[in-house]
């Protein structure tokens, strides 16, 4: 580590490797170098990263800007979350993911947004069981069918 640190350091890769290398090592660096690479962590989608780096600098008690970084890398689930959930309905791989963010996420502010998330979340299950077992008793064989049935029957 000290070799890198006697270095000029003015490039994300080298900053991320020498903070990355001060976290896992017993020789601390600065809050501002944690900071730095963790901005670039997350600018360069290594998210987990920046929530590792962004952590050990708000830990070390850097503040405002730390925590900022670390809302941001641990709030990533919220879109991947929802793009799985939503539009892949990859139900289960978000519901793994509302998991994750549900243990890493302790701050109560950013701790309601992931627990919104979830609430939305079982809101659109509940909807799609009562549609699923709606289409189950009227025996119909496909969503776009029972929103024809649905259709005809507001205009009745």
């Given at each position: 580590m000290s070799v890198l640190a006697a270095r000029d350091i003015n490039s994300?890769?080298?900053?991320?490797?020498?903070?990355?290398?001060?976290?896992?090592?017993?020789?601390?660096?600065?809050?501002?170098?944690?900071?730095?690479?963790?901005?670039?962590a997350v600018f360069l989608a290594n998210l987990p990263l920046g929530e590792r780096l962004a952590r050990s600098a708000f830990e070390r008690g850097d503040g405002l800007r730390a925590a900022e970084l670390l809302s941001r890398?641990?709030?990533?689930?919220?879109?991947?979350?929802?793009?799985?959930?939503?539009?892949?309905?990859?139900?289960?791989?978000?519901?793994?993911?509302?998991?994750l963010m549900r243990q890493r996420v302790s701050q109560p502010a950013l701790r309601l947004i992931v627990e919104a998330t979830g609430a939305a979340m079982a809101v659109h299950q509940t909807v799609e069981g009562h549609i699923y077992r709606a289409c189950i008793k009227l025996?119909?064989?496909?969503?776009?069918?029972?929103?024809?049935?649905v259709a005809r029957s507001d205009t009745a």
């Open positions: 994300a890769a080298d900053r991320i490797r020498l903070a990355q290398l001060s976290v896992d090592s017993d020789r601390v660096a600065g809050n501002s170098l944690l900071v730095a690479a963790a901005k670039d890398a641990v709030l990533w689930g919220v879109p991947r979350l929802s793009t799985l959930f939503w539009s892949m309905g990859e139900v289960a791989h978000g519901q793994d993911i509302l998991d025996d119909i064989s496909d969503r776009e069918e029972l929103a024809a049935i």
